[in-house]
């Protein structure tokens, strides 16, 4: 059974960085799409960044040039380092791993989440 398990998440200013790390359970990182995606209270979850098993990345708009991720395949671990944070960077942050190398067919698990709050 596949189990996420996200870290990293906390407070802080506008301009700071974080790092969000997901670690994988029952299931191989580096063969599979994995993504980090995002929740603020009252809005829709959106995709945020993902990566699929050939390295290839996409990211949001609204997080280009600010958010890498990444994999440490030694580790089955997935990143979101996160710099030059908004404000409305702020929201609950979500791993998803999905059961294709490509990123097209959706994400099957989820981890429970970290906050990510930024203040102005």
């Known amino acids: 059974q596949v189990h996420l398990v996200e870290s990293g998440g906390g407070s802080v200013q506008a301009g700071g960085s974080l790092r969000l790390s997901c670690a994988a359970s029952g299931y191989t990182a580096t063969n599979y799409c994995m993504g980090w995606f995002r929740q603020a209270p009252g809005k829709e979850r959106e995709e945020v960044a993902t990566i699929d098993r050939y390295t290839t990345t996409s990211y949001a708009s609204s997080v280009e040039g600010r958010f890498t991720i990444s994999k440490d395949n030694a580790k089955n671990t997935l990143y979101l380092q996160m710099n030059s944070l908004k404000p409305e960077d702020t929201a609950m942050y979500y791993c998803?791993?999905?059961?294709?190398?490509?990123?097209?067919?959706?994400?099957?698990?989820w981890g429970q989440g970290t906050q990510v709050t930024v203040s102005s």
């Open positions: 998803a791993a999905s059961t294709y190398a490509a990123c097209s067919q959706g994400f099957r698990t």
